[in-house]
């Protein structure tokens, strides 16, 4: 692993302020509306910010060009991406990017890991790594062939996926890449169709790079849940405080008082499941993916939970365009589905937390 | 080498803990337990008691003036964890004389209170709380339980609840009305109660989970020398709030981890025994989401205590947002295990051996979690009006 074992606390509030303060001013309520009415190119902005101010090398090894946080920058940068719920394809760049970086031949490392930390390229990958083999790519002698749903931009560079029985880097070029419009506007879906394409990279360690993988994807869905499902409660809070009915804020009424305490309490808890899963897979610990793998399931059912309510709460103007509640519901509700469905990762959780049992080990040390 | 004599050192005082509770625990305490009758339940308690204080841990949090061992939030940390992983009794019945009484006389009370009372709970002495009235629970400055002075004395009238170990107490902290004419959070006064002066009447009540550990005071022209108010007359309300600020989650931390060795026995018995619930998709995945819980919980807790030292501390509504989430899955944990068990579970059981044996007591005793140390409804509301800045009409 490249994750560093000893980080400074301080300089990772740090990075985290710095994030926090840049897209607060660029990805505001008014500059998200905007972009999501396609009269804006928010997210390319944004990239060229984030590629500028060194975010998107974060995770990646300092050998090859990046900050060396590991997971650990993953989980900020995605925690305050999802705060304002922030459009681009930093997912799907990332986490590719950290697979390719802790399981990755050395070629493929020092062909992509630099680029992707400047943020001269992007990358696609899977929507969905369910563990079923019967859709996806093939591979044979006359190269990839095939269909496959991505997380990504259309103008990815790469696809990092599974091709058969190996992991495959395919290069993509515009045609092989069809956008699918989404609810979800903040994030690009894809349909790639390849046709004995060559691929660039055969990654033979497949089963190292899909849990690399899957490890990255559930930490940074379950940070950005989590950092969304506590902005989008702030807003909804900070509106039913200024929304007068029957003379009075309708912050002031018992019934949504205990509504809204609900939430403050499952996000105190999203938090610490985050926290959790980052702490164990930046250790590299045995029980590591049993975390991350909960982390997923449970934050973004929070996460979809409390964009419901936040509608609700809204009244009215919750149901309409114009207001947030319905970009990070939509968001919510992607989350929810990529990487792997939860009923899955929960049963993926199950069947690690048995294997470390009949093992003799305990997985419910907090090392804290 | 004695526990007290390794305290420099944090890792070798765990390990002298885990030694001393190997060997003073006995293996069937807990089956004993189970068919103990109240006057052998108070017994194990005395013993329990007894048994700490031999190697200087009944009172090990207090400055050593006082008779305590001068130990840091660290070390109750590492006694709570080695506790609840030895699954040692707990000493329910001594936590008010433990936790309460000192967290009140230590910022309030005179020099000859703590020598004299903090002297006696080193000794055994058991207290009680006389603070919630039948009608002053959740509205708790409202209470009326009435003193009036006469002299260099006070008589009081009035009547107590929810008073946990009362029928066995030696003492209570005792809130009353001073003066009624005062708006209501100014005019209580705080006194020490001998609970065997004349007047003083405990009737045990018993709870929804067969148990009978709380009591009604009833309380006819009992007499309290004035030298046994702690603070000001009339300045009661806040001594109290030191009252209920002496908890700090040390207790809570012990619940959770507690309940984090509890449930990772139950864990390993199902899956040596091919329990039926595993391989039920439904309630596997249910019993996850529990753990998930459960580590964000005892990570919460880590929290609240390291902030219990810090200034921020007494503004803080942390310790809400723990006490909802972790009363609220510990109800759910045992509401799920009430599930599982099938129609066994339902068999009329009180304290049981096995983790999670006796699942209807569990889930029952869950409800203290969620109404006791101000109901779940009040902590919603601290939260909402400290936490979230949601007004007050």
């Known amino acids: 692993m490249a994750t560093p074992i000893e980080i400074d606390q301080a300089t990772l509030d740090a990075l985290r302020e710095s994030v926090d303060a840049v897209l607060a001013e660029k990805c505001d309520s008014t500059a998200l509306h905007a972009f999501v009415d396609g009269k804006t190119a928010l997210d390319q902005d944004l990239w060229t910010q984030a590629a500028s101010l060194g975010w998107l090398g974060f995770g990646i090894p300092e050998e090859h060009g990046g900050l060396g946080l590991g997971l650990r920058g993953l989980a900020i940068l995605h925690t305050e991406l999802g705060r304002q719920a922030a459009p681009g394809p930093y997912i799907a760049t990332l986490c590719a990017g950290h ?51 991505c997380l990504g931009s259309p103008d990815s560079a790469f696809v990092l996926t599974p091709a058969g029985e190996v992991w495959v880097i395919v290069e993509l070029t515009e045609a092989a890449s069809a956008v699918v419009p989404m609810w979800d506007r903040t994030r690009e879906t894809i349909d790639i169709r390849l046709q004995q394409a060559k691929p660039a990279a055969i990654l033979e360690d497949a089963s190292g790079i899909a849990a690399a993988l899957l490890q990255a994807m559930t930490l940074a869905i379950a940070a950005d849940s989590a950092g969304a499902a506590r902005s989008i409660t702030d807003r909804t809070i900070a509106y039913m405080k200024t929304r007068q009915q029957f003379g009075q804020p309708i912050a002031g009424f018992q019934a949504l008082k205990h509504r809204a305490a609900d ?106 | 080498m004695s526990i007290l004599d390794a305290k420099d050192d944090l890792t070798k005082f765990r390990a002298e803990i885990r ?23 108070i017994a194990g308690q005395r013993w329990w ?84 009235e039948p009608n002053s629970g959740s509205d708790l400055a409202s209470l009326r339980c009435r003193a009036v002075r006469d002299g260099d004395r006070y008589v009081v009238n009035g009547q107590k609840i929810w008073s946990s170990y009362s029928m066995y107490a030696d003492h209570c902290i005792l809130l009353t009305r001073t003066d009624p004419d005062a708006q209501k959070h100014r005019g209580i006064t705080y006194f020490i109660m001998d609970m065997r002066a004349p007047g003083v009447e405990v009737r045990p009540i018993r709870q929804a989970n067969g148990r009978a550990e709380f009591g009604e005071i009833f309380l006819t022209n009992v007499s309290i020398h004035a030298e046994n108010m702690i603070g000001r007359e009339n300045n009661g ?34 899956l040596a025994s091919g329990a039926a619930w595993l391989r039920d998709d439904q309630l596997r995945r249910e019993f996850m989401g529990f753990l998930a819980e459960m580590q964000a919980g005892r990570r919460m807790l880590r929290r609240v205590l390291a902030e219990s030292e810090t200034p921020e501390a007494s503004a803080s509504v942390l310790p809400s947002l723990v006490k909802l989430s972790a009363t609220v899955l510990r109800q759910r944990i045992c509401s799920f295990m009430t599930r599982i068990a099938g129609v066994e579970g339902q068999d009329f059981a009180l304290l049981a051996e096995e983790p999670f044996g006796s699942p209807m007591f569990d889930f029952l005793s869950a409800f203290s979690g969620t109404i006791a140390g101000g109901t779940n409804e009040i902590q919603r509301n601290i939260v909402a009006e400290r936490g979230l800045g949601m007004p007050r009409v």
């Open chain 1, 99 to 149: 697979a390719i970086a802790a399981r990755g031949t050395d070629a493929a490392k020092k062909t992509w890991l630099p680029r992707i930390a400047a943020g001269e390229i992007r990358a696609a990958i899977p929507a969905s790594l369910s563990t079923s083999r019967s859709a996806g790519l093939t591979l044979s002698s006359t190269g990839v062939s095939g269909t496959l749903r």
């Open chain 2, 19 to 41: 030694t001393w509770l190997a060997d003073v625990v006995p293996a069937d305490w807990k089956a004993r337990m189970a068919r103990a009758s109240n006057e052998e339940y």
């Open chain 2, 237 to 270: 309300w806040r001594v109290a709030q030191a009252t209920l600020a002496s908890e700090r989650g040390v207790i809570a931390f012990e619940g959770a981890e507690r309940q984090r060795y509890e449930i990772e026995a139950f864990y390993h018995k199902a």
């Open chain 2, 49 to 132: 008691m007894a048994e700490r204080r031999k190697v200087g841990l009944a009172v090990p949090h207090w400055p050593v003036e006082y008779g305590g061992a001068g130990l840091t939030l660290q070390h109750l940390i590492a006694i709570a964890g080695e506790m609840a992983r030895a699954d040692a009794p707990m000493a329910r019945m001594f936590t008010i004389s433990l936790i309460h009484l000192p967290g009140t006389l230590f910022p309030h009370g005179t020099e000859a209170q703590k020598r004299h009372y903090l002297a006696g709970v080193a000794k055994g002495d058991v207290w009680c709380q006389g603070f919630s």
């Open chain 1, 263 to 368: 939430l403050a309490t499952r996000l105190a808890v999203m938090e610490e499941m985050v926290a959790h899963a980052l702490h164990r897979a930046a250790a590299d610990a045995p029980d590591a993916d049993i975390w991350t793998s909960l982390a997923k399931a449970e934050t973004t059912e929070n996460f979809v939970f409390i964009a419901t309510d936040c509608v609700q709460l809204h009244g009215g103007v919750g149901y309409t365009w114009d207001y947030d509640p319905h970009i990070f519901l939509k968001r919510a509700r992607l989350n929810e589905i990529l990487a792997m469905a939860n009923p899955a990762l929960r049963d993926r959780a199950a069947a690690a937390l048995a294997a470390a049992t009949r093992a003799g080990q305990s997985a419910l040390e907090l090392d804290v």
